[in-house]
């Protein structure tokens, strides 16, 4: 039940903070150390897929179809490319990354962070 609670309150709220990374989800902005950071519409749809699911692992499959729609469930490639566009956009150390985490072998996850 709190699980629940946790993850549909992320988008009751109007900004999302992940460390340095806050959404604007009225504006649809995204900031990082409160700098603008443009992103793609897919990458921002990707993006709020990772927010919206604080803590969860998303499998591949999952973002594929929900991002770029069902015909692209086995489309890995576009998947990597795009984490790996974000992770440069968000990231502080893109090889360590912080917000958008790999789950080999399960998906992608953006952690709860540690208050």
């Known amino acids: 039940l ?3 609670q946790n993850s549909g309150s992320v988008f009751q709220q109007s ?3 992940h ?9 649809a ?5 409160d700098r603008m950071v443009f992103l793609s519409a897919t990458e921002y749809r990707l993006l709020l897929q990772l ?3 604080l803590g969860r692992v998303l499998p591949s ?7 770029w729609g069902g015909e692209y469930r086995d489309d890995k490639e576009i998947l990597w490319v795009s984490i790996s566009r974000l992770r440069q956009k968000l990231e502080d150390d ?8 790999t789950r080999p072998g399960l998906g992608y996850t953006m952690p709860p962070l540690q208050e």
């Open 2 to 4: 709190r699980r629940a």
């Open 61 to 67: 499959e999952q973002l594929l179809t929900d991002v």
């Open 51 to 53: 927010a919206h699911n």
């Open 94 to 101: 893109p090889r360590n990354p912080a917000h958008i985490v």
């Open 15 to 17: 900004v999302f903070n």
């Open 29 to 33: 902005e995204v900031f990082r150390d």
């Open 19 to 27: 460390g340095n990374l806050r959404i604007d989800f009225a504006r």
